[in-house]
């Protein structure tokens, strides 16, 4: 069965370094590869989207690999503050507008 | 932006009644929305697909007849939980993409935090 994990369940760095977060996936070819941001109590909120024949994305801050041979994704965030502090996700579909299967989350605390 | 409205946001009911959860785009439109399920400390879970004038997809191990769907609308998705108990207690999310394809990405709702007493 399908099977997408993070590596980290929760994930301390300090203000100003790069939090760098995992997802790989087994028994699955997604064509689009998505990265979330949730708060405590809050909906996802969309971040970045990748495309299989795309290898990096960024978005100020933000950067997004996909590695389709390692079936990995690296999500970094740059330059980090306490207000990127929550709970990220990444998410996979083989359309724009299929349904999204997402991974189990790290939550990313980042202190002073 | 895209905005997706969802009400309640937090409800208590008793056993064994029925509670109505609202999904609205605001300022696009969706054929397709999606409800999903999220424990504690857990991720999101797909129940079903909901789609506009027809009959809701549902996920494998997600009785259809407790958790009705009915997206009556381009801009309207209701997930009805009944006759609910207290394991149905749980955080409920809908998701939405523009019919147009404007934008990247899925607008969520603020969530539903259900519990059942």
């Known amino acids: 069965s399908q099977k997408i994990e993070q590596n980290s369940e929760a994930l301390n760095i300090q203000e100003g370094k790069t939090a760098t977060l995992t997802c790989n996936y087994t028994n699955y070819s997604p064509a689009y590869l998505q990265w979330y941001r949730q708060d405590p109590g809050r909906g996802p909120v969309f971040l970045l989207l990748i495309r299989e024949n795309e290898k990096e994305k960024r978005k100020e801050r933000l950067k997004v690999t996909f590695d389709t041979t390692l079936k990995q994704s690296l999500f970094h965030i740059t330059a980090s503050q306490p207000a990127d502090s929550a709970t990220y996700l990444c998410?996979?579909?083989?359309?724009?507008?299929?349904?999204?299967?997402f991974g189990t989350g790290t939550r990313l605390q980042v202190t002073l | 932006g895209a905005v997706v409205s969802q009400h309640p946001s937090r409800v208590i009911c008793k056993s064994g009644t029925s509670v109505k959860i609202e999904c609205r785009s605001l300022?696009?439109?969706?054929?397709?929305m999606f409800w999903y399920r999220q424990f504690p400390k857990k991720s999101l879970m797909l129940m079903a697909t909901s789609n506009e004038g027809s009959k809701a997809t549902y996920e494998q191990g997600v009785e259809k007849d407790k958790f009705l769907i009915n997206h009556a609308s381009l801009t309207l998705s209701t997930l009805t939980v009944t006759s609910a108990h207290p394991e149905d207690s749980s955080f409920y999310i809908c998701?939405?993409?523009?019919?147009?394809?404007?934008?990247?990405?899925?607008?969520f709702g603020s969530g539903t935090r259900l519990t059942v007493v």
């Open positions: 300022d696009f439109q969706a054929t397709t």
């Open positions: 998410a996979l579909s083989t359309g724009t507008a299929s349904k999204l299967t």
């Open positions: 998701s939405a993409r523009d019919i147009l394809g404007r934008g990247l990405g899925y607008t």
